[in-house]
């Protein structure tokens, strides 16, 4: 009786863990289904922003920069990050020069609550950038893609934003500023 006891315990065990065992197994398939996507998807995109930055300039081959989305209204909701807009500056001069660029707020449609100051603190990446060399009547080896950090805790407001190239030093504008509103919607 003994012997049965123990033989149907061992059974019972070993049907558990390998039930354990299916179902972590899954679980592990499962996450990766999740998670693979969705760095495939931020690759995807990324290829199509520079796609549509190329498209953008050979529209067009006087301009010197072009923004995407070409609206340049950039929507993100509150408590949300990593989107944002791209840009990429051609060199229309006749030899190789050096670029930089500043990102800055310069209106907000709510002042009392979002200053400028807090404005450019939702920048998080891609703010400013300093010796980009493009050959001459070239276009940027790898486009700039501003990032932003929106708190929850941000106030609905829409914002503007400038984009300021320079040639060589922050003293010599390459082209007059560049506008991008941010759209600071709830969730």
Not at 69 to 79: A, C, D, N, R
């Amino acid at each position: 009786m003994r012997k049965k006891a123990a033989m149907e315990m061992s059974v019972g065990t070993i049907v558990t863990i390998v039930l354990l065992m299916t179902v972590l197994i899954l679980g592990l398939v499962l996450i990766r289904s999740i998670f693979t996507p969705s760095v495939d998807n931020i690759k995807g995109i990324d290829q199509a922003i520079k796609a549509q930055i190329q498209k953008l300039f050979a529209e067009d081959a006087t301009k010197k920069i072009v923004v995407y989305p070409e609206t340049k209204l950039v929507k993100i909701t509150k408590g949300t990050d990593d989107s944002g807009f791209g840009f990429a500056i051609r060199n229309l001069e006749d030899e190789p020069k050096s670029f930089s660029y500043e990102i800055s707020a310069v209106q907000t449609s709510c002042p009392n609550s979002l200053t400028l100051n807090a404005a450019d603190n939702l920048i998080d990446l891609g703010k400013q950038e300093n010796d980009i060399t493009i050959p001459s009547g070239s276009i940027m080896d790898d486009e700039k893609f501003v990032r932003f950090k929106i708190p929850a805790t941000t106030p609905a407001c829409d914002v503007r934003y400038s984009i300021q190239v320079y040639e060589g030093s922050k003293s010599n504008p390459y082209i007059s500023p560049v506008d991008v509103d941010l759209r600071n919607q709830a969730s």
